[in-house]
C-alpha cells in the first residue's frame, strides 16, 4: 500500500491552467488504478479521470478534452492537468490507489491528503 501526496492545487481565474501531482511512496509500476477525484462542498465524491497500469485513460464527461491524466512510473508520480478551468472545477482533488475502480471510490486503497482547486469567476 503506496502514500500519497498531491500538490499543485491552488486559485485561479477562469479559463487557466493548473497542473497537479500525486506522489507515491512506493512503486505505482503495477497498481491498477491511478485516479483523480474531486468533492466541492455539499456534492458527492466524482471520478474525474483515471489511468491504468497500461496507459488506458478515461474522464468524466464534465473534463474530457480539458483535463488530461498522465502517469510517470520512474518517478512514481500521477499527473493532472487541467486546462480551461470553470467555476465549476472548483472542488478539493484527491488523488486515489488500487485494483478496483468504481466511481465512489469505495475500493481504493490509497488516497492523497487532497489539494483544494478554487476556479474564480
Known amino acids: 500500500q503506496v502514500q500519497l501526496v498531491e500538490s499543485g492545487g491552488g486559485l485561479v481565474q477562469a479559463g487557466g491552467s493548473l497542473r497537479l501531482s500525486c506522489a507515491a511512496t512506493?512503486?505505482?509500476?503495477?497498481?491498477?488504478?491511478m485516479v483523480w477525484y474531486r468533492q466541492a462542498p455539499g456534492k458527492q465524491r466524482e471520478l474525474v479521470a483515471h489511468?491504468?497500469?497500461?496507459?488506458?485513460?478515461n474522464y468524466a464527461d464534465s473534463v474530457k478534452g480539458r483535463f488530461t491524466i498522465s502517469r510517470d512510473n520512474a518517478k512514481n508520480t500521477v499527473y493532472l492537468q487541467m486546462n480551461s478551468l470553470k467555476p465549476e472545477d472548483t472542488a478539493v482533488y484527491y488523488c486515489?490507489?488500487?485494483?478496483?475502480?468504481?466511481?465512489?471510490?469505495?475500493?481504493?486503497?490509497?488516497w492523497g491528503q487532497g489539494t483544494q482547486v478554487t476556479v474564480s469567476s
Open positions: 512506493g512503486s505505482i509500476f503495477s497498481i491498477n488504478h
Open positions: 486515489a490507489a488500487g485494483k478496483v475502480l468504481t466511481t465512489d471510490g469505495r475500493f481504493m486503497t490509497s
Open positions: 489511468i491504468t497500469s497500461g496507459g488506458y485513460s
